[in-house]
């Protein structure tokens, strides 16, 4: 059996378009200091769909980060959350918290010692930052991805599979 196939090709596409299309659609929510990006809610899907949702996922989120408000800083993000990511593919739905906790302590440190001058916020609301940007991921990723669509998708999917 090959690696890769057109299922699994067209998954990544599905997963990247997806990621895409609610952050664009999303886009005042999805950046800075208070935020909830609603297409991080599709990262726990990663736990059911595996890896080509976690490549799409992250082909979506370099995408989405090349019209974030923060400039190409924003693109750090890519490699610096694949860990946290693939510990989805590898460990299911515990690992959610990891990838939680790593977009609450990354975004407030580049709003406040790496962002451009016209958006680089004081240092002393760090922890402000890391408190309202970690609720906005723990909505996103817990509530709205754990909570919602992996149970709905895992249903659609294992009724698909007995048809």
């Known amino acids: 059996m090959r690696f890769v196939n057109s299922r699994f090709v067209a998954l990544i596409v599905v997963f990247a378009s997806m990621y895409v299309a609610l952050g664009y659609v999303l886009h005042p929510i999805s950046f800075l200091q208070i935020q909830v990006r609603i297409a991080d809610a599709l990262y726990p899907l990663i736990a059911v769909f595996g890896l080509p949702s976690l490549v799409g996922l992250v082909i979506g989120h370099f995408l989405l980060n090349l019209s974030s408000p923060l400039g190409l800083i924003d693109l750090l993000s890519i490699p610096l959350f694949i860990p946290a990511k693939v510990a989805i593919w590898k460990w299911g739905l515990k690992a959610v918290p990891l990838h939680v906790i790593s ?45 919602i669509l992996v149970p709905s998708l895992t249903a659609i999917q294992r009724r698909l599979m007995t048809k």
């Open 103 to 147: 977009v609450g302590l990354w975004v407030p440190t580049m709003l406040c010692f790496f962002a451009p001058p016209e958006i680089l916020v004081p240092s002393f609301l760090f922890w402000v930052f890391v408190s309202t940007v970690t609720i906005g991921e723990f909505i996103a990723e817990y509530i709205l991805g754990v909570r």
